[in-house]
């Protein structure tokens, strides 16, 4: 249960740094290389938000391989595209096909597998 719940924990941390990364791009502009361009980069408070997030899971990935066994813990990673297509919807408003909701329940029956 300790690894479903830290993994759980770590996908989300991926998928809010892959959220706040499209909207870091989104913020960004044309992509120039100019002083300025980078300079303005430097105020796009999106990319903190995204170092963090990716930081914070780095992190936990590092602690759960230390403390699990990689079969068992690798495939839970699956869960990180769950949310981030959960993310998509809520966040950028995207469709989600019945087949991918599919594919969500297929992943998640793994997972579940996995953990047992």
Do not use: D
Not at 22 to 48: D, E, H, I, V, Y
């Amino acid at each position: 249960m300790k690894l479903l719940l830290t993994s759980v924990l770590e996908c989300l941390c991926l998928a809010a740094g892959q959220v706040l990364l499209k909207c870091a791009l989104n913020a960004m502009g044309p992509l120039s290389w100019s002083w300025r361009f980078f300079q303005s980069q430097l105020t796009n408070w999106w990319w903190l938000g995204c170092g963090v997030c990716f930081t914070t899971a780095t992190v936990l990935w590092m602690y759960i391989i230390k403390h699990f066994p990689l079969s068992q813990a690798y495939p839970l990673i699956s869960l990180s595209y769950v949310f981030g297509m959960l993310a998509a919807m809520v966040f950028f408003h995207e469709h989600i096909a019945l087949s991918h909701w599919i594919g969500v329940g297929l992943i998640m029956s793994g997972c579940l597998l996995i953990v047992q």
